[in-house]
């Protein structure tokens, strides 16, 4: 079993920044990739980035040079810094962490708030 617990999400201007934190805890050597998606009301949630275990990462076309996904190992917890950020942002963002074997499995958070509005 794995838990994530996540935090940083809040109000910001357009333009503005934030940092997105999920720490996980418990059977933490079985992840392999862990990752942030969001869902914005009305739409199916969708991947925003990842980082394998071996530090590749992997981004939305729509976040692409905005937002930076990187994991301190140390301290089990992956960061994402979002830039530059777009009312079209507003969302909540959810931590992921994947296991794969035997067989694929998603761990989640409870989700954080994110809402990019003047």
């Known amino acids: 079993q794995v838990q994530l617990v996540e935090s940083g999400g809040g109000l910001v201007q357009p333009g503005g920044s934030l940092r997105l934190s999920c720490a996980a805890s418990?059977?933490?050597?079985?992840?392999?990739?862990m990752g942030w998606y969001r869902q914005a009301p009305g739409k199916q949630r969708e991947l925003v980035a990842s980082?394998?275990?071996?530090?590749?990462?992997n981004y939305a076309d729509s976040v692409k040079g905005r937002f930076t996904i990187s994991r301190d190992n140390a301290k089990n917890t992956v960061y994402m810094q979002m830039n530059s950020l777009k009312p079209e942002d507003t969302a909540v963002y959810y931590c992921?962490?994947?296991?794969?074997?035997?067989?694929?499995?998603?761990?989640w958070g409870q989700g954080t708030q994110v809402t990019v509005s003047s």
């Open positions: 418990g059977s933490i050597f079985s992840i392999n990739a």
């Open positions: 980082i394998t275990s071996g530090g590749s990462t």
């Open positions: 992921n962490a994947v296991e794969l074997l035997p067989s694929r499995f998603d761990y």
